[in-house]
């Protein structure tokens, strides 16, 4: 008996230089799953030790080569085969330790073939599910894509071996079950994501089975990564076993109904089972960085956490007869060569990859198209063949076994992808806003508390020592007026007391003893000299209570100044504490800028997703997009590069690519967020000279004034404004401007906004009209120098600025209407109350504003009406001060020549015996 020994795919293999050897290939494959799964992880292990890390939003990992994996699976004997073949042997014979099978030819000849395993007809559905897809699952779960795929005869085990639910016996459970077991296992429900979809596709129709109305399904293709999805397709998330098993319950309900509905047989329909996890990935999630236990976050390090989406596809085709034999059996030749078209498509594919043709025909059928990916693409495949021992069905057994010879040729390049994921870091970012926000909250009403405590104790303690001191004071007086008065008091009884001596002894008659009260002799002197010693005594000690009293005064004092010493470094601590509240405002600002960006980033990214995808749809469906669809996602993403070196060239680009009527239609897009993209695309393409034309002749300034009116957003004014400003340059726009009411709208935009940027773009477009001759009046009738005054209300020296060139313009056209007689009478600016303002920033430390007020002086000066008011506002001093300190000489030599020739100021230089002649 001869044996034709067939090498299959690994073959190929073996003799290209590199490759994995058959030997290597049997021994893992045949040392059960593990070695495949060892096989897997050492790929995947290299593809991650291969990565790199990436800008962009997605990124490409390395690849690994993996070839089709092929099991061939034999039924064994059904009631029918044991009575019909009873009396002939099987045509297949399997030598599965040497993973062989042997199709009988004859009765003495048979070929060989060697498959990755090789499944008798005792082989548990366990085993099965462990060789053939349990690798495969375990490296979707690390991140690759995979298809577990049946190919087989009708009847010959394909739904037994995948679709079993084993509901009645556990061990009957097939692949699908078995898979999603491993799954849920293996996932997180807190981080990780599971769903499903599972459709059925017909004659080229694809039928949701999980919703049985979805009966035509698309098909959508990345054309850049090449990934293949059903977007229309219903799609399921999976958190537990029970709610799968309904699932697939429901799925075949559905299946077994739709297949009656059109008359046919499951058979004739491929049902697939798509399985999408997304994981993230640990460790690679860089978002934040944590100094002293808090966190920070910088624009620079901002980077969102990393998942990893794969998917598994889980194929029953349909049943693989030849086509004579299904027409025999009851379709027409034209049907059952469309039923069949989609299996010979791929059969056609999978020859062309496994003789490594240049064209492979995938877009032949909607199968290929879905399993683009599974050969020939990035998944780890494996295909099981299932074939039945009759000898009446060996045509179909042969061929089926080529099938699976040829498939085992065919190499994919494994590759795992990760992607940044931009709606989880956004969701983090938020709720570490909120926490940011409610810490700071929390700090700002401790602080005030702290401060108004202070405040209060400091007031108690000084309200505590001025009350002492007061009493202390009291108490001090009221003693001494009470010494006094009982000094008083004893002085004047003493005196009594003697002049009553004094009588009595003038009484007694002319003797010795007899005392003349007018006399000086030496008894009364005597006397008084002693009271007087009594009282000095008693003066002194007033003297000293006094002093006494003097000093607690002064000490009393020394508190009250150390008090108030205590107060004034309180406040300065009050003052350090609000320096840094203050900087905490700022940094949370910076914060909710970042959000900002990051959110407008992960919009741009959907909707350029979503955008995408609707593209395809129409592609496929043979529509061309329409150009303004396609237009915003480019405006979009324009914006999103405003910032980058090229921004030029590419506003350009898309200038030309896109046309102007169209970025200017999005100004009145009803999404908000389209109108500021394409408002800050118009402001950038406005600030280049060339264009400003184009734009007004295509209506861009009245949509960009229509917007101003209509719009409540800051961004919007503030851009809006920019693009006015821009196109107020060019004197034809100035008029129009004006003609279209631009500068009631500006004055208003002027009143209510806050933002200094926002006041920095009107006032730049004020400031530019100012300097028309012609619109001088009308500029000032619509409020236009009013607004222009009333932006000072900002600080802000680039609003300054703006607002200082828009005088020094005004000024400038009026002095030459009134040196050309076009105008009499003093200047607006000083009528409208400006000259306080411009006399207070003659000398401002900004040199835009210092230079641009400096030369609205000497215009004013210029003209002898305004002289007076000059001089009563200090405008003199400061003309002086221009025209010896300037340090621009024309501005400088013009001051000069004003003092000099103005008689008002000559006069007034004079009456001050100031020498400027
Ligand atoms: N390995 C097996 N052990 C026991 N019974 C099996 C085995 N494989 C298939 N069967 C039985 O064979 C019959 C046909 O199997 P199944 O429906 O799975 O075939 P199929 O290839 O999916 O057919 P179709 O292409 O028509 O869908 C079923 O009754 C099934 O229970």
Same mark, same amino acid.
């Given at each position: 008996m001869s044996s034709n020994s067939y090498r299959n795919g690994s073959s190929i293999s073996r003799g290209g230089g590199g490759g994995i050897k058959l030997e290597n290939y049997?021994?893992?494959?045949?040392?059960?799953?593990?070695? *495949?799964?060892?096989?897997v992880q050492q790929s995947t292990a290299a593809s991650s030790s291969l990565r790199r890390s990436s800008t962009g939003s997605s990124r490409d990992d390395s690849t690994v080569s993996g070839r089709v994996r092929v099991a061939v699976r034999l039924r064994p004997r059904n009631s029918e085969e044991m009575v019909a073949d009873a009396d002939f042997a099987d045509c297949v014979e399997l030598q599965p330790e040497l993973k062989r099978l042997k199709l009988r030819k004859n009765n003495w000849d048979s070929d060989t073939y060697e498959f990755d395993e090789v499944l008798t007809e005792f082989a548990s559905q366990k085993r099965v599910y462990e060789v053939v897809a349990k690798p495969v699952v375990e490296s979707v779960l690390d991140g690759y894509n995979g298809t577990v795929m049946a190919y087989g005869q009708t009847g010959t085990g394909k739904t037994y071996t995948l679709g079993r639910l084993g509901e009645e016996d556990a061990a009957d459970r097939g692949i699908m079950v078995r898979a999603m077991e491993d799954i849920l296992t293996e996932v997180s429900p807190e981080n990780d994501l599971v769903s499903v979809s599972y459709f059925q596709l017909y004659m080229e129709t694809i039928q949701d089975l999980l919703n049985p109305a979805n009966d035509n399904i698309s098909i959508v293709e990345d054309p850049k990564s090449g990934d293949v999805s059903l977007p229309g397709a219903t799609l399921v998330e999976i958190r537990d076993h029970k709610s799968f098993m309904e699932l697939l319950q429901l799925g075949e309900a559905h299946r077994f109904a739709a297949n009656t509905k059109l008359n046919t047989e499951s058979s004739r329909s491929h049902a697939i089972l798509m399985v999408h996890i997304k994981r993230s990935v640990k460790g690679k999630n860089s978002s934040f960085s944590s100094e002293n236990g808090n966190m920070t976050l910088t624009g620079k390090t901002l980077k969102p956490p990393v998942v990893r989406k794969s998917k598994l596809v889980i194929v029953d085709l349909a049943g693989s007869e030849r086509i004579d034999k299904s027409g025999s059996e009851g379709h027409t030749l034209d049907e059952a060569k469309s039923i069949n078209l989609s299996l010979s498509a791929l059969g056609k594919c999978i020859n062309a990859l496994a003789e490594n043709s240049a064209h492979v025909p995938v877009r032949d059928s909607k199968l290929t198209r879905l399993l683009r990916d599974s050969f020939g693409g990035t998944a780890r495949t494996s295909l099981i063949i299932t074939i039945g021992p009759s000898p009446r069905h060996r045509g179909e057994t042969s061929s089926t076994i080529m099938f699976g010879q040829r498939a085992m040729k065919v190499e994919n390049m494994v590759k795992i992808k990760e992607e940044f994921d931009y709606k989880s870091l956004s969701r983090r970012l938020e709720i570490q806003l909120d926490k940011l $926000?409610?810490? !700071?909250?929390? @700090?700002? #009403?401790? *602080?005030?508390?702290?401060?108004?405590?202070?405040?209060?104790?400091? @007031?108690k303690r000084v309200a505590e020592v001025e009350q002492n001191f007061a009493d202390a004071l009291e108490m001090e007086k009221q003693k001494c007026q009470k010494d006094y008065m009982e000094s008083v008091k004893r002085l004047e009884e003493q005196a009594a007391k003697q002049e009553k001596q004094g009588h009595r002894k003038v009484k007694v008659g002319p003797s010795e003893d007899v005392i003349d009260p007018k006399s000086n002799s030496e008894p009364p002197l005597l006397f008084a000299s002693g009271e007087v010693a009594e009282i000095k005594q008693k003066l002194h000690n007033e003297i000293l209570l006094r002093k006494a009293a003097e000093a607690e005064v002064d000490n009393l004092r020394n508190q009250m100044i150390h008090w108030k010493n205590t107060e004034a470094a309180r406040n300065a601590e009050l003052l350090k504490l609000r320096k840094m509240l203050e900087d905490e405002e700022c940094q949370k600002a910076k914060l909710e800028e970042e959000i900002e960006m990051l959110q407008s980033q992960l919009l741009q990214i959907s909707f350029e997703a979503d955008e995408s995808r609707r593209n395809l749809d129409r592609d496929l469906s043979g529509n061309v997009p329409s150009s303004l669809d396609s237009l915003i996602p480019q405006v979009k993403h324009q914006q999103l590069r405003e910032s980058g070196d090229g921004e030029k060239a590419s506003m350009v680009k898309l200038f030309e690519q896109v046309g102007l009527h169209k970025i200017l239609s999005l100004l009145e897009s009803e999404d908000a967020d389209v109108r500021i993209h394409a408002v800050k695309v118009v402001a950038n393409l406005a600030a280049e000279e060339s264009n400003q034309e184009k734009i007004v002749e295509a209506g861009g300034l009245t949509s960009l004034l229509t917007l101003l009116r209509s719009s409540n957003d800051e961004t919007i004014h503030r851009v809006a404004a920019g693009a006015i400003a821009n196109l107020a340059m060019n004197e034809t726009n100035q008029e129009l401007i004006m003609s279209q009411g631009g500068i009631s709208l500006l004055s208003l935009t002027a009143a209510k906004a806050e933002d200094p940027q926002t006041l920095r773009m009107v006032a730049g477009a004020i400031a530019n009209l100012c300097g028309n001759d012609k619109l001088q009046a009308k500029l000032r009738a619509e409020g236009g120098i009013r607004a222009l005054l009333g932006m000072v209300r900002c600080r802000h020296p680039d609003v300054l600025a703006q607002v200082a060139r828009g005088i020094?313009? *005004?000024?400038?056209?009026?002095?030459?209407?009134?040196?050309?007689?076009?105008?009499?009478?003093?200047?607006?600016?000083?009528?409208?109350?400006? %000259?306080?303002?411009?006399? @207070?920033?003659?000398?401002?430390?900004?040199?835009? $504003?210092?230079? !641009?007020?400096? %030369?609205?002086?000497? !215009?004013?000066?210029?003209?002898?009406?305004?002289?007076?008011?000059?001089?009563?506002?200090?405008?003199?001093?400061?003309?002086?001060?221009?025209?010896?300190?300037?340090?621009?000489?024309? $501005?400088?030599? %013009?001051?000069?020549?004003? %003092? #000099?020739?103005?008689?008002? *100021?000559?006069?007034?230089? #004079?009456?001050?015996?100031?020498?400027?002649?």
């Open positions: 049997n021994s893992k494959y045949s040392s059960s799953s593990s070695s *495949f799964k060892s096989k $926000i409610a810490e !700071h909250e929390r @700090q700002q #009403k401790a *602080f005030q508390d702290e401060i108004e405590r202070i405040a209060l104790e400091a @007031q020094a313009n *005004f000024a400038k056209c009026e002095s030459r209407a009134s040196t050309q007689g076009a105008k009499s009478g003093r200047s607006v600016l000083i009528e409208d109350g400006a %000259l306080p303002w411009i006399v @207070q920033n003659a000398n401002n430390e900004a040199s835009p $504003i210092r230079r !641009h007020i400096e %030369l609205a002086l000497c !215009h004013l000066a210029q003209h002898e009406v305004n002289a007076k008011e000059m001089i009563t506002g200090g405008a003199l001093w400061e003309l002086v001060r221009i025209s010896r300190d300037c340090s621009r000489e024309d $501005i400088r030599a %013009l001051a000069q020549r004003t %003092l #000099k020739s103005s008689p008002s *100021f000559q006069a007034e230089l #004079k009456r001050l015996r100031i020498d400027y002649s």
